[in-house]
C-alpha cells in the first residue's frame, strides 16, 4: 500500500480543515501515517486509517445512511482500505459503492470531515480506533440502491428527519452539504 500510504499523507497534508478540532485529527493522522508505514492497514494496532463516504441527493435534501450490522447503528458507508486501492479517495468511493449499490456518485475534491472512533469489534481484545477520513458525493435522482452483507438497511433520509445518530454523523452530513452545495 505504498502508493495508497504516499497518496494520504499528500491529501491529508493538502486539506484545510474547518475549525481546531478538525485540524487536531488531520495532525494526528498525518503523525501516524508518518510513524507508521502500514498506518492504513487493519493489522496496523491499535490505529489505523479508514475511508468513508457520505451520499448525499442532488438537491442535498437527503442523505443515504446504512444500519450497520455489526454497530446496529446509522452511519455514512465506509470501512478499510484494501491492497487494491491507490488512492484514498478511490478507497472511500469503492466502500460507498460496494455499501449503497450505487455507481454513479459525483464526490466534492478531497476530504470534508475526519473522525476518530473506537471500533469493538475490529480486532480481539484491542480497542482499535478507526481513524476516518470521510469524503461526500452526491446521487442521481431515483437512483437504485442495495443493502449489502455489511448492512441491516439502507435508506434515504430527510435531512431535517434523520434518526438517531452520533454528533460525529450530524457534522459529517454538514460538511458534506457545504462541500457539495455551498450550503
Given at each position: 500500500?505504498?502508493?495508497?500510504?504516499?497518496?494520504?499523507?499528500?491529501?491529508?497534508?493538502?486539506?484545510?480543515p474547518a475549525?481546531?478540532?478538525?485540524?487536531?485529527?488531520?495532525?494526528?493522522?498525518?503523525?501516524?501515517?508518518?510513524?507508521?508505514?502500514?498506518?492504513?492497514?487493519?493489522g496496523c494496532?491499535?490505529?489505523?486509517?479508514?475511508?468513508?463516504m457520505v451520499?448525499?441527493?442532488?438537491?442535498?435534501?437527503?442523505?443515504?445512511?446504512?444500519?450497520?450490522?455489526?454497530?446496529?447503528?446509522?452511519?455514512?458507508?465506509?470501512?478499510?482500505?484494501?491492497?487494491?486501492?491507490?488512492?484514498?479517495?478511490?478507497?472511500?468511493?469503492?466502500?460507498?459503492?460496494?455499501?449503497?449499490?450505487?455507481?454513479?456518485?459525483?464526490?466534492?475534491?478531497?476530504?470534508?470531515?475526519?473522525?476518530?472512533?473506537?471500533?469493538?469489534?475490529?480486532?480481539?481484545?484491542?480497542?482499535?480506533?478507526?481513524?476516518?477520513?470521510?469524503?461526500?458525493?452526491?446521487?442521481?435522482?431515483?437512483?437504485?440502491?442495495?443493502?449489502?452483507?455489511?448492512?441491516?438497511?439502507?435508506?434515504?433520509?430527510?435531512?431535517?428527519?434523520?434518526?438517531?445518530?452520533?454528533?460525529?454523523?450530524?457534522?459529517?452530513?454538514?460538511?458534506?452539504?457545504?462541500?457539495?452545495?455551498?450550503?
Amino acid at each position: 500500500m505504498s502508493g495508497l500510504h504516499a497518496d494520504a499523507l499528500a491529501v491529508l497534508r493538502a486539506w484545510r480543515p474547518a475549525g481546531d478540532r478538525q485540524t487536531s485529527l488531520r495532525d494526528r493522522y498525518v503523525a501516524h501515517l508518518q510513524a507508521h508505514p502500514d498506518g492504513l492497514e487493519r493489522g496496523c494496532l491499535p490505529d489505523h486509517l479508514t475511508a468513508g463516504m457520505v451520499v448525499l441527493s442532488t438537491d442535498g435534501r437527503s442523505v443515504l445512511l446504512n444500519l450497520h450490522r455489526k454497530a446496529g447503528r446509522w452511519f455514512a458507508f465506509g470501512g478499510h482500505c484494501e491492497p487494491g486501492d491507490t488512492t484514498l479517495a478511490g478507497a472511500a468511493l469503492r466502500e460507498a459503492r460496494e455499501e449503497s449499490g450505487l455507481h454513479e456518485l459525483r464526490m466534492a475534491p478531497g476530504p470534508v470531515h475526519l473522525d476518530e472512533h473506537v471500533v469493538p469489534f475490529c480486532a480481539a481484545g484491542v480497542d482499535v480506533h478507526h481513524l476516518d477520513v470521510r469524503f461526500a458525493a452526491l446521487a442521481e435522482p431515483g437512483a437504485d440502491h442495495a443493502v449489502s452483507e455489511e448492512s441491516l438497511d439502507v435508506r434515504w433520509w430527510p435531512v431535517d428527519a434523520l434518526p438517531d445518530l452520533e454528533d460525529e454523523m450530524h457534522q459529517l452530513i454538514a460538511a458534506a452539504r457545504t462541500a457539495l452545495l455551498g450550503r
